[in-house]
């Protein structure tokens, strides 16, 4: 008897405890973003050809007749959007938010921590944040302090920086 009221005691706590389990997707909370669409290790950069590798950041432009780039940096997109003559061939441009790790937001929904004590992989200093995120724009000011930009200041720093017109020097 005592074995059964175990059993059964066992058997109401299992499915108390996996009726209250959350439950896990791989959507973002934020409907306009998407994960995953970088494969870190295996996508190569399409403003410097290498191999994308660095969690936490990277980009994505999509053109109008569906052709997809993906970036290894903030600076790459920006670099690669200064180099698109017309702009209105640009379907969407999104960047990895350091926050959520693989999640892609439009640039206009970030911001850009310009930090000398935390690199990027292209060597600007660049991490997108969410904008809307304030505690962790508050922590990683904190922990890595530098002035936060809108994307037209990354713009500028980016064409200022970098003499886009020798981009094989980034190849090398």
């Not at 190569?44 to 993906?70: N, P, S, W």
């Amino acid at each position: 008897m005592k074995n059964l009221i175990q059993t059964v005691l066992f058997s109401l706590m299992a499915a108390t405890l996996l009726g209250c389990a959350e439950v896990r997707t791989d959507q973002p909370a934020n409907r306009n973003a998407e994960t995953r669409a970088i494969s870190y290790g295996s996508d190569l950069c399409a403003f410097t050809g290498k191999t994308i590798d660095v969690v936490r950041y990277g980009g994505q432009i999509i053109m109008q007749d569906g052709t997809e780039h993906k970036f290894m940096s903030v600076e790459c997109v920006a670099g690669f959007y200064l180099g698109i003559e017309d702009k209105s061939q640009i379907k969407s441009m999104k960047i990895v938010d350091f926050a959520e790790g693989y999640q892609l937001l439009p640039v206009d929904e970030l911001v850009y921590l310009h930090s000398t004590l935390r690199p990027s992989p292209n060597g600007m200093f660049l991490t997108a944040v969410d904008a809307s995120n304030q505690k962790m724009k508050n922590y990683i000011y904190d922990a890595y302090p530098g002035p936060y930009l809108a994307w037209e200041e990354v713009l500028e720093l980016v064409q200022n920086e970098w003499d886009l017109t020798g981009q094989t020097a980034l190849k090398n």
